[in-house]
């Protein structure tokens, strides 16, 4: 596709389920990212994979949260047992290269109710 | 750490007046610097960026920034406002080292008639 799909566009879980979000990132796109974006505030930096390297976890805010990357495809992001505060959009990015444009999807809005 | 500060949750001002949103970062190395604007239920697009060469950098829309090293700032601008720029703004960091972008909490912009 031309630009960075996210899936589903909308989800509404029940507090305690587990959730997965995916994203195909722009193809050749050696870097993705996600990111988390509460209602009204900037973007949260959750996690970052860059090629075969192993991948910057650093803004994951639990051990609720996990992301796998298949190579430099498919990405998904998994919230485990969810909680009302995890209500957000979550938003998926790839770049080519350092320093190089990056790319957000139209971002995945979880509500955890 | 690289950090981004954006003086001003939200601006107003009137349609044909100047627009300035004010960014501040921190790096300990040269940064790259960009700005994105998110418009209503829309994704985030890039405005401009900064990463090497001329400090003044023009983007789309009509909007620019200056990368000023002394100053640490990367001010974005626009010398006429126009109702359609009403959107949320964010400044990023990100540097030589890590594709990390780290963002800022995002400055509001109000374009009266």
């Known amino acids: 596709g031309a630009g960075v799909s996210q899936s589903p566009s909308n989800k509404v879980t029940e507090k305690g389920k587990d959730v997965e979000l995916r994203c195909d990132p722009i193809s050749g796109h050696t870097a993705l990212y996600w990111y988390r974006q509460r209602l009204g505030q900037g973007l949260e930096f959750l996690i970052y994979?860059?090629?075969?390297?192993?991948?910057?976890k650093s803004g994951l805010p639990s051990d609720r949260f996990s992301a796998e990357r298949t190579g430099e495809s498919v990405s998904t992001l998994t919230i485990q047992r969810t909680q009302q505060e995890d209500s957000a959009v979550y938003l998926c990015a790839s770049s080519l290269l350092q320093g190089n444009t990056i790319y957000f999807g139209e971002g995945s809005w979880l509500t955890v109710v | 750490a690289q950090s981004v500060t954006q003086l001003g949750s939200h601006v107003s001002v009137s349609e044909g007046a100047l627009v300035l949103l004010r960014c501040n970062y921190s790096?300990?190395?040269?940064?790259?610097l960009f700005w994105y604007v998110q418009y209503p239920n829309q994704g985030l697009q890039l405005l401009l960026k900064y990463t090497t060469g001329a400090t003044l950098v023009k983007g789309i829309n009509g909007f620019e920034a200056e990368f000023k090293k002394s100053e640490t700032s990367f001010h974005l601008t626009k010398p006429s406002a126009h109702m359609s720029d009403a959107a949320e703004y964010f400044c990023a960091v990100s540097d030589l080292n890590t594709d990390k972008l780290i963002f800022g909490t995002g400055t509001r912009l109000q374009v009266f008639p």
């Open positions: 994979f860059q090629g075969n390297s192993a991948p910057d």
């Open positions: 790096s300990s190395v040269p940064p790259y």
